[in-house]
């Protein structure tokens, strides 16, 4: 009986959790709008699980560009309250386009520029330098940054001087049913 089995190929599967999740429906990438700051006025682009959502929010990747010839810096935030003028992406779709009708995602990716008002509440986790006309492209966080309703993903991109910059931020995140 074990001389058969020593014959037979060992089949192993890996399939990691986003890979998974999208698979299911539950992964989501968004995009900011183009963000102008400068001259002392900041960009914020970040994802928001409402109080009712009834789903936590695991994070993985996100991008940064900068379409200017000026490095800047961004600060990575959890929990902050959303900047009064924040205005919903119109750019968010499931990763599986082969869905259909597309999931829609429970949390809400949401930016602003030209802020003059500091971020509050939250904790500054990381910072990074987003150097000129580049993409900075963070490592997967496989989910391990773990947002529940009424908590928020954010990047702060920060005004350097006085020259006025552009950029857009891409988050990517999926969302498990509490």
């Known amino acids: 009986m074990f001389e058969k089995m020593k ?8 399939i990691t959790s986003p890979t998974m999740n999208s698979i299911l429906g539950r992964y989501f990438i968004g995009q900011t709008g183009i963000l102008n700051f400068g001259n002392r006025y900041n960009a914020w682009g970040g994802i928001i699980n409402p109080d009712n959502s009834g789903a936590n929010l695991y994070f993985d990747i996100f991008t940064i560009t900068n379409f200017s010839t ?3 810096t961004a600060e990575i935030w959890l929990n902050v309250r959303t900047p009064s003028k924040a205005i919903v992406s119109s750019t968010v779709t499931p990763s ?3 869905i ?5 995602p429970k949390t ?3 930016y602003a520029d030209y802020l003059s008002e500091p971020l509050t509440k939250g904790v500054n ?10 993409t900075l492209v963070s490592d997967s966080h496989k ?7 009424g908590g928020s993903f954010s990047i702060l991109l920060k005004s350097p001087r006085s020259e006025n910059i552009t950029g857009t931020i891409v988050l990517t995140w999926w969302e498990e049913k509490i």
């Open 108 to 110: 809400v990716m949401k």
């Open 100 to 104: 259909s009708p597309p999931p829609k």
């Open 125 to 134: 986790i990381f910072g990074r330098i987003v150097t000129s006309n580049s």
């Open 143 to 149: 989910g391990s940054i773990i947002i529940g309703p």
């Open 7 to 14: 014959k037979r190929p060992v089949e192993v599967v890996d």
């Open 96 to 98: 599986n386009q082969s």
């Open 70 to 72: 000026q490095d800047f």
